[in-house]
């Protein structure tokens, strides 16, 4: 079954103790990204990834690190979370152009403290 | 710059009645259109897409769209709504150019629908 794989699903987490959000998709994907998604403001992108090693700064990108080492997996690190970051993050994919569809993951919903 | 309007992040119909969620962008080029949905605890899915060819475009759950060019709108419809359909609703872009294509979403609409 095509899927996108988010983990956690729910973390809670105090300031400043680094965590990472794995993201792993079965589609062959070359196109990957993470929005974080909070209420009035809709999705906005954090980082995306056209490809192996090729990461870019989305809308909102302070506070967070990604990395691209393979195709399937985009991982989300937080180095030092703080509350503005308490979030519901997706991560999403898709094949090549921007004609295709976004695939996404079920959403992992964090609470910083 | 492309942008995303939704208008009314709050929309509530009764069971039968029509749906009617507004979408209108702004862009110097027509550019690729999608709604997604989102059902509650769930990541978003595609409802439907505009890229080319037929203006109106239909998608699953008996969802349509039409591409309007003059008025850049791309609103979605439903005839007949149902207990089902209540979720939120994103209104979604990318350039149709060449290059990286950014997905810019809108704000999102939450549908309630009524008994």
């Known amino acids: 079954e095509a899927q996108v794989t988010q983990n956690p699903r729910y973390l809670i987490t105090v300031t400043g103790k680094k965590l990472t959000v794995t993201c792993s998709q079965n589609?062959?994907?070359?196109?990957m990204s993470w929005y974080r998604q909070d209420p009035g403001l809709g999705l906005r992108q954090i980082y995306y990834s056209m490809n192996v090693e090729v990461t870019d700064k989305g809308d909102v990108p302070e506070g967070y690190k990604v990395s691209r080492k393979e195709k399937r997996n985009f991982p989300l690190i937080l180095e030092s979370p703080s509350p503005n970051q308490t979030s519901l993050y997706f991560c999403?994919?898709?094949?090549?152009?921007?004609?295709?569809?976004?695939?996404f993951g079920e959403g992992s919903r964090l609470t910083v403290l | 710059a492309q942008s995303v309007t939704q208008l009314g992040s709050h929309v509530s119909v009764s069971e039968g009645a029509l749906v009617l969620l507004r979408c209108n962008y702004s862009s110097s080029v027509p550019p690729y259109l999608f709604w997604y949905v989102q059902y509650p605890n769930q990541g978003l899915q595609l409802l439907l897409k505009y890229t080319t060819g037929a203006t109106l475009v239909k998608g699953i759950n008996g969802f349509e769209a039409e591409f309007k060019k003059s008025e850049t709108s791309f609103h979605l419809t439903k005839p007949s709504a149902h207990m089902s359909d209540a979720a939120e609703y994103f209104c979604?872009?990318?350039?149709?150019?060449?290059?990286?294509?950014?997905?810019?979403f809108g704000i999102g609409t939450k549908l309630q629908v009524i008994p």
């Open positions: 999403a994919s898709r094949q090549g152009r921007g004609t295709g569809e976004l695939f």
């Open positions: 589609m062959n994907h070359e196109y």
């Open positions: 979604a872009v990318t350039p149709n150019s060449g290059g990286y294509q950014k997905v810019t």
